[in-house]
């Protein structure tokens, strides 16, 4: 694989955000170094990305993506108000991992978990 300016500019701007910003988001902020970037361009290095395991994608169910440069094990918890994803310290438990290998659907590579519900900010904000 050769090496691409923009894909290490799409990397670096997911490194340096606590946020899991969708391609749009991240589109937006590498076109003020490489304005002549496509949206195209932005899905196509995600994708690579995410198949190398330098990016994780985050689907939560309403058709949109997200990415996270971190691929530590952790959890994720979306607000399905104000669309935001946050980190949770939360991992699949040794118990639950076991379970899924023995399924007989296959091996575990990995496992997450997805939190969706209302953000304290959102209650606090309808109060």
Request: aromatic share 8%; glycine share 6%.
């Amino acid at each position: 694989m050769n090496y691409s300016r923009q894909r290490e500019s799409i990397k670096e701007y997911l490194m340096s955000t606590k946020e899991h910003p969708t391609a749009e988001v991240i589109y937006q902020n590498v076109r003020e170094e490489y304005p002549k970037i496509s949206l195209g361009t932005v899905y196509r290095n995600l994708t690579l990305l995410v198949e190398l395991g330098e990016v994780k994608k985050i689907s939560t169910g309403d058709g949109t993506e997200h990415y996270d440069a971190d691929t530590s094990a952790h959890s994720h918890y979306y607000c399905r108000c104000c669309h935001r994803i946050m980190d949770v310290e939360i991992t699949p438990s040794v118990d639950q991992i076991l379970a899924a290998s023995s399924t007989g659907l296959g091996t575990v590579e990995q496992a997450s978990l997805l939190f969706t519900g209302v953000c304290k900010d959102c209650v606090d904000n309808d109060k």
